[in-house]
Every structure is written in structure tokens, then in C-alpha cells.
């Protein structure tokens, strides 16, 4: 079965650290550029932080930039998202996808239109409250 599995979400209080995990089964996640999202209520989905396939340069959004770090596992078919330092505006649903058509540039890719991403995963909740 082809699919993407996340976790590693939960509750942390302001300044804590996450570390989700999207886990690949049926293909091999380093043919694909990739890339974590979130939604927080009323909101529309967001691209926080992208990895490109072709050369692994990362894309951050500036909302995260410094605080967030993306990586991929390619023996353990597996991306991450190591989130510190996290605020209560963090709050939302993460998901990671998978994308294998073409792009310019590895900021692009958090760019594209979610109907044009092959894989989506189910989401994990991370809410940052004290």
C-alpha cells in the first residue's frame, strides 16, 4: 500500500520541542521532493519547510526559519521535521507529502498546489499551550 504516516505530534508548552516523523511504504522517499505543511483552524494550509530531491537544499518559511529543521532517513524511508523553540502560533495540523513532478526551485515546491502532490499523509496535531 502506498502511503505516507506521520507522528510524533502532541501537546508541548511554549519553548518545547517536537519531533514529527512521516513514515513511507510502497516507494522510496528519496525520488521525491518533500515537504511538511500545516493548518491551524480558519486557516488555509500552509508549506513550512520543503526538501529538494535533486540536490537536498531546504526551504523554510520564515515563520519557522531557525527554529525548524527538515531531514530525511533514506535508510529508514523516513522524513522528519525537528521543531524547537515552539510558539502557541505553531499550533495546527502538520501533514507531509510527496511530490515527483518538476520544479524550479526548492522554495517552489512548498509553492505547488496540493492537488499536484502524489502522496499526502493523515496529519498529527501539535498544539503548543501552556
Known amino acids: 500500500q502506498l502511503q505516507l504516516v506521520e507522528s510524533g505530534g502532541g501537546l508541548v508548552q511554549p519553548g518545547g520541542s517536537l519531533r514529527l516523523s512521516c513514515a513511507a511504504s510502497?516507494?522510496?522517499?528519496?525520488?521525491?521532493?518533500l515537504g511538511w505543511f500545516r493548518q491551524a483552524p480558519g486557516k488555509e494550509r500552509e508549506g513550512v519547510s520543503c526538501?529538494?530531491?535533486?540536490?537536498?537544499?531546504?526551504y523554510y518559511a520564515d515563520s519557522v526559519k531557525g527554529r525548524f529543521t527538515i531531514s530525511r532517513d533514506n535508510t529508514k524511508n523516513t522524513l522528519y521535521l525537528r521543531m524547537n523553540s515552539l510558539k502557541p502560533e505553531d499550533t495546527a495540523v502538520y501533514y507531509c507529502?510527496?511530490?515527483?513532478?518538476?520544479?524550479?526551485?526548492?522554495?517552489?515546491?512548498?509553492?505547488?498546489?496540493?492537488?499536484?502532490?502524489?502522496?499526502w499523509g493523515q496529519g498529527t496535531q501539535v498544539t503548543v499551550s501552556s
Open positions: 526538501l529538494s530531491s535533486s540536490d537536498d537544499s531546504t
Open positions: 510502497g516507494f522510496t522517499l528519496d525520488r521525491y521532493a
Open positions: 507529502a510527496a511530490y515527483q513532478g518538476p520544479f524550479t526551485t526548492v522554495q517552489a515546491i512548498c509553492d505547488i498546489s496540493q492537488y499536484e502532490y502524489d502522496y
